[in-house]
């Protein structure tokens, strides 16, 4: 049906769905679909009158977020990190003069499978310089303009599909010559300006890779024995010398409390200690609507809440923005080396922190020691 790995019924969508195009046909399959050349004749016959499902009502809703002038080319279902949300990945192109072969990624959130509506959480326009790496783990990135997002296709083969797409894309902004700055692509800015999903969702388009430090969710008690040690590895910090006490003797402390040995546990301890002891170091208290910290001021939940702090700028490359859906966050994806530049990220950091002043709001600006690159 016009790419390998795309196999499965034409399905039309009326020209009422959208008046000022004209009707345009898709191969489907479990989490994807494909545009057809509007010249490919059907298979075997008419295309039969498939009654719309799940998939082709998702198709008809997403198709309502388009400009009239543009098409959807791939739409392919990716995994969430909720149970109950759809998103899809959209390789969308416009069909008009003087934009051939420009492409955009567009990610769009369902709060869940029945839904009747859907928001736009994403935009990534695709310039010449459009990298895609495979992850090893059913994912892969797409990195552009500096740019970098991460999607996990919901299967093999919808993996597979979309890497074709995006390959021919590519191709097409390398010969285009497309650059930030020049005149191709401003029709993306229009999606850039309707973003609409909700906080937690707009996170969730913009988590990262090559993280050395993951949000407590992640990091979460496997057992009755690790939830009883973090229940009493506060109270053992709180009461020791930490100046002279060592790791193994906090570990030996747990142990004469609980009454067996956590040899199995020393990776946890040290873990949930060094969050423990962060917590206990407060941020600086730089300006009135700003702090700055280090990452275990960013993992300090109560903390940040009795700060009234609503907006996170994490400048660090490795680590995680471990509230997602309470705060809104901004990323710097540096890590601390001596050729690292902050300086092409200053306009954005300062609308960004001028932006929470006006409204009232507070930021924590961190990094991993709150020291070098968020200082």
Known sequence: MGAPGVKG???????????????????????AALLLPAEEPPASGPAPAVPPGRQERHLQLMMQLLRSQDAIQLAVQLESAQPQRVRYLLVVRPEEVGAE???ALLGVDFPHEGA???????????????????????????????????FKPISIQT??????????ACEL????????????????????????????????????????????GLLLPTEPTERAVR???RDVLTSADLESITSKEVRTELERRMGHSLEQHKDFIDNEMLLVLAQMDRP??????????????????????????????????EIDNFFPAL?????????????????????????????????????????????????
């Not at 507070?362 to 200082?375: D, I, P, Q």
């Open 284 to 317: 600086s208290h730089v300006f009135p609507h700003i702090y700055l910290g280090s990452e275990w001021n960013a993992a300090n939940l109560e903390e940040l809440q009795q700060n009234c702090v609503t907006h996170i700028l994490n400048v660090a490359r």
């Open 101 to 103: 072969g420009q492409t």
């Open 327 to 375: 705060f809104n966050y901004m990323n710097v994806r540096v890590y601390d080396e001596e050729t690292a530049q902050l300086l092409p990220h200053w306009n954005d950091t300062f609308l960004f922190l001028s932006d929470i002043k006006a409204r009232g709001g507070r930021a924590l600006v961190h990094c991993r020691m709150g020291l070098s690159r968020s200082a």
């Open 9 to 31: 019924y034409r399905w039309v969508i009326p020209s009422r769905s959208r008046p000022s195009c004209p009707r345009q046909s898709f191969a489907l399959v479990r989490g």
């Open 116 to 150: 009747d509506c859907c928001t736009l959480g994403m935009v990534l326009p695709l310039w010449s310089n459009t990298q895609v790496f495979l992850d090893g783990d059913g994912g892969f990135s797409v990195t552009s303009g500096g740019q970098t997002r991460i």
């Open 231 to 233: 229940a009493l590895l």
């Open 173 to 216: 902004a390398a010969q285009g010559g497309h650059i930030p700055g020049g005149p191709a692509l401003a029709w993306v800015q229009e999606y850039a300006a309707a973003l609409d999903s909700e906080q937690s969702c707009l996170n969730e388009w913009l988590a990262m890779a090559d993280l050395e430090s993951v949000r407590p």
């Open 159 to 168: 993996m597979w599909a979309v890497l074709q797409e995006l390959h021919r």
